[in-house]
């Protein structure tokens, strides 16, 4: 199978980000049959998000999990940047940061220079990217630099930022069976009202 990204359909044009915890599941529910990699976006989600709860993660954690790619949605929306999929990861953050705060929005912004960083210090990591994730690393950076790397490495968000890669790099294998996007959706909620309720 080629590998393809997310696009925008010609009867479907994603023009206003999901601005409740509502409008995010919908987003997901309408729109995650598109293809990722060798799933379906949901799949990828899904999956990612059932890693995240296998290993002990906090809810800030899962549900970063879960929607660490809405930025792929609006990747070709009008008045989109030809490279815009290119940056999927900070138009992510900026959706799920409001919802949310930095504990859920920070690893999905950094989730692609976790990528960047794998491959910088580890050759054979590359190799084991799905297909598709080896194209975008390219239009996405590349390898990080000493100053890049040396920067990523100090950052507070840096484990929980591994974290999520982890679960992103193994969270595309077909037909696996794992908990619905509405299993997800009470826990949503309550981190989106605790953080309204500190903001």
């Given amino acids: 199978m080629s590998p393809t ?12 980000p999901p601005t409740t915890v509502d409008e995010l599941f919908a987003l997901f529910e309408e729109n995650g049959h598109r293809r990722y990699d060798e799933v379906t976006i949901l ?26 790619d809405v930025g792929w949605f609006f990747a070709e929306a009008p008045g989109a940047s030809a490279r815009a999929n290119d940056h999927h990861a900070a138009a992510g953050a900026r959706i799920l940061e409001p919802m949310f ?7 999905v912004a950094l989730h692609v220079t976790a990528k960047r ?3 910088t210090i580890d050759p054979d990591y590359f190799d084991e990217l799905s297909e598709g994730s080896r194209i975008t690393f ?26 999520l890669r ?26 989106a009202r ?3 309720s500190n903001a």
């Fill in 138 to 163: 390219i239009s996405q950076g590349g390898p990080l630099g000493t100053d890049e790397r040396a920067v990523f490495e100090a950052h507070p968000g840096f484990i929980t930022a591994m974290a």
């Fill in 43 to 68: 799949d990828h989600a899904l999956q990612c998000a059932s890693l995240a709860v296998d290993d002990g993660a906090t809810e800030e954690l899962i549900v970063a999990a879960l929607f660490h």
């Fill in 117 to 119: 960083w794998r491959c």
């Fill in 194 to 196: 605790r953080h309204a």
């Fill in 5 to 16: 990204v997310p696009h925008r359909t010609p009867d479907l044009a994603l023009h206003r």
């Fill in 101 to 107: 705060g930095p504990t859920v929005a920070e690893p």
């Fill in 166 to 191: 982890s679960w992103d790099d193994r969270a595309k294998v077909p037909g696996l069976e794992v908990a619905a996007l509405e299993h997800y959706r009470d826990t949503a909620r309550g981190l």
